[in-house]
Every structure is written in C-alpha cells, then in structure tokens.
C-alpha cells in the first residue's frame, strides 16, 4: 500500500466518522423539535415500534438517544484513528449548528400546537363528516376509501376502549390512531386536508383528556 493510498484511506475514513456524527445529530435534532406538539410525525423506521408504544414523547426521547449514541460511536472511532479530539469537536460542532438550525426553520410551519392550529382559517365543511365531542372531523377524499375504512375503524376501537375504561387498549389504539394519521401525511396546502389536520388535532385533544379522566393515578 502506498503511502498516497494509506492517507486517501484515512481521509476517508475521517470523512465517513463525520458523516455518521452529523447523521446522528439530525437525528436528535429533530428528536428535540417533536418535544413540542406536529401535525404530522416522520417517523424512522427502526423506531416505529416505540412511536406505536409510547407516542410522540416516546419518539422525541429515542430519537435523541439515538442520535446521541451515533455521535459517541462517531467519536469513539475518531479516537481510535489517532485523530485529536478537539478537531472532531469543532468540526461536527459547527455542522452540528448548522443542520439544527436548517430542521428547526424546515419544520417551523408543522410545529404548532392545536390551539395554533386551530386559529388557522378553516374551510367550510363537506357532507361526508364524521361528529365527535370536540367539533367535526371531514376525512379527504384524496387518501382513497380503504384509508377511511382503517381509519374509521381505528376510530371505533378507541372509542369502545374508552366505553370500556380499558386504560392499557386506549392508549394503544390511541397511539395506533396517531401513527395511522402520521402515516398519511396531510398536506397544509390542500384545505380539505388542512380541515382534516385541524379537526383531527381536536379529536386527538379530546381522547386524550378523556383517557386521562379514567387514568387517574394509574
């Protein structure tokens, strides 16, 4: 191996240590954003599992720790090439900046609370309406009839677990619910989605606090 090949190699090898530091703190960078309530959640696949267990308290914390343990790993590796310390710190420091500012501008319009969301204009309601305690919640045509199938029944099994005050099945299939509605990914720029994003963020609100009215100290 030349002496040209060796140093290409160990570039390269910086580089990638880079790469993987810089993918984990995107990673917790937008871990940090989803402490704050979305719209709509993108969920890694890996960490799916957590989302459908825990929610998006669930989601923002794995995925903190994640990025977290990607850096160390990065660092680790720096090290144990002989590499200083401290250049590693600046370099992934300063890009580190960089990429949690670009995610927290991206997402400044998702990020916003329902009682935001619900100062948004609404547009006037379709005949196809499902009611519910909190308002009126209109399923778009655009995401197809299988969608709302799953939907609707995704919506009947958390109502009769709440019926039920079955604590364990609520917050199951309210978490269910909230990773289907993720999953679909409203556009704000349709206003027939944008209803649906405003409507459902109600409901949502509204099994929430009726969860937790039989939760109690549980």
């Not at 903190?64 to 160390?72: H, I, Y």
């Not at 109600?202 to 969860?211: E, G, V």
């Amino acid at each position: 191996m030349t002496e040209a090949t060796n140093k290409s190699q160990i570039f390269l090898e910086g580089v990638k240590n880079i790469a993987i530091a810089l993918v984990g703190m995107g990673i917790a960078g937008k871990g940090l954003t989803y402490f704050t309530p979305h719209l709509s959640y993108d969920v890694p696949r890996i960490l799916l599992p957590v989302y459908k267990a825990f929610g998006p308290t669930g989601l923002a914390i794995s995925m903190v720790v994640l990025g977290v343990l990607l850096a160390g790993w990065s660092f680790s590796r720096w090290i144990s090439s002989r590499r200083k310390p401290i250049q590693w710190i600046l370099i992934v420091g300063i890009l580190a900046i960089l990429i949690v500012g670009i995610i927290y501008a991206t997402n400044g319009e998702r990020r916003q609370e329902p009682s935001q969301a619900s100062t948004l204009q609404e547009p006037p309601l379709s005949a196809d309406a499902e009611a519910t305690v909190s308002g009126t919640v209109v399923f778009p045509s655009s995401f197809g009839a299988e969608s709302k199938q799953q939907y609707s029944q995704l919506i009947k099994s958390l109502e009769a677990a709440i019926q039920e005050k079955d604590l364990s099945k609520s917050w199951t299939t309210y978490n269910n619910l909230n990773v289907f509605t993720a999953g679909l990914k409203p556009d704000q720029n349709d206003p027939e989605q944008l209803q649906f994003i405003i409507a459902q963020s109600r409901r949502m609100d509204d099994y929430n606090n009726r969860i937790k009215s039989f939760a109690g100290g549980k």
